[in-house]
């Protein structure tokens, strides 16, 4: 087994941000506590994200969606069938979130920021990166407008059901799941489909 390359500095200093706001809350991490367990300079840290904590803080949450959605993807690899396709998304975006160690710490810890980063402040970004990793998958079945909307309400449709969990649909379950896509989300967007 060939050894793992080392860790960019940028994302060394993203991943001590997460373990400094696991450790302290997003509210009592400095500068110099992510430096220190980064083993960067301030001056260093200040180089990489002149904002400073505002700015370091949104690159993280950027880089934890982005990593969310390379691991969606492997989940996805395969499905020639939009039913499918759409059954996996849901299913394995719940399991991701769900089994988030970080994402519990931080809502149990941090929760009005946490979950204004999963709502209203932090929505816009995750439907921009969920529209740029699902939608090329979505695009053979639909046109790309319509493609684009279905991936917006399926990232929605998730955090909800995962934030304010369901007694009659469970987004974890893939027999629960499917029907609920058969029964609500395909008829919606049946008069898009493409047929091939």
Not at 105 to 121: F, N, R
Not at 128 to 155: G, H, K, Q, W, Y
């Amino acid at each position: 087994m060939s050894p793992q390359p080392p860790l960019s500095t940028e994302r060394r200093v993203l991943d001590a941000a997460k373990v400094c706001c696991e450790r302290w809350g997003i509210e009592k991490v400095t500068i110099d506590d992510i430096a220190s367990e980064a083993g960067v300079s301030r001056a260093t840290l200040y180089r990489m994200f002149p904002g400073g904590k505002d700015v370091l803080f949104d690159a993280l949450r950027l880089q934890e969606i982005e990593d969310f959605f390379t691991r969606l993807l492997a989940h996805l690899e395969g499905v020639d069938d939009l039913e499918e396709l759409l059954t996996r998304t849901v299913v394995s975006a719940t399991h991701e979130l769900r089994n988030d160690q970080h994402l519990a710490v931080m809502l149990a810890s941090e929760p009005g920021d946490t979950l204004g980063q999963l709502t209203v402040d932090g929505l816009p970004r995750i439907i921009r990166v969920a529209t740029l990793f699902i939608v090329p998958l979505v695009d053979p079945f639909l046109p790309r407008p319509e493609s684009a909307r279905l991936v917006e309400l399926l990232a929605r449709l998730v955090i909800s059901y995962f934030l304010a969990p369901s007694d009659h649909v469970d987004f974890a379950d893939a027999d629960s799941a499917r029907l609920f896509i058969r029964t609500f989300i395909i008829p919606a967007f049946a008069a898009s489909l493409i047929r091939s």
